[in-house]
């Protein structure tokens, strides 16, 4: 569980994924997300083919959450970066 102070910087990025089947694809995507130091949540909506991941840009950048993506099977077409 994270632990959330008002000074915590987050970043907020959507990732376009595709490869997933199932809903249990995107149960894999945010287990692997969320077991990351740094992800403070991960969710993924298969119907909408996204992943959507808020994280202290500290500790980890928008290509290492894609590289954490696509090392579990699944492909990032593209990003989408907002603050939050």
């Known amino acids: 569980m994270?632990?959330?102070?008002?000074?915590?910087?987050?970043?907020?990025t959507t990732f376009q994924i595709q490869?997933?089947?199932c809903v249990s694809c995107a149960m894999c995507i945010d287990g692997c997300l969320e077991d990351t130091p740094g992800v403070?949540?991960?969710?993924?909506?298969f119907s909408k083919s996204?992943?959507?991941v808020s994280y202290n840009p500290k500790q980890l950048t928008t290509e290492k959450v894609k590289e954490i993506i696509e090392k579990v099977g699944y492909h990032v077409?593209?990003?989408l970066d907002s603050s939050s």
């Open 40 to 45: 403070i949540k991960a969710e993924t909506i």
């Open 50 to 52: 996204l992943t959507i």
């Open 77 to 79: 077409t593209s990003t």
């Open 19 to 21: 490869g997933m089947h």
């Open 2 to 12: 994270a632990i959330f102070s008002k000074n915590l910087e987050t970043k907020k």
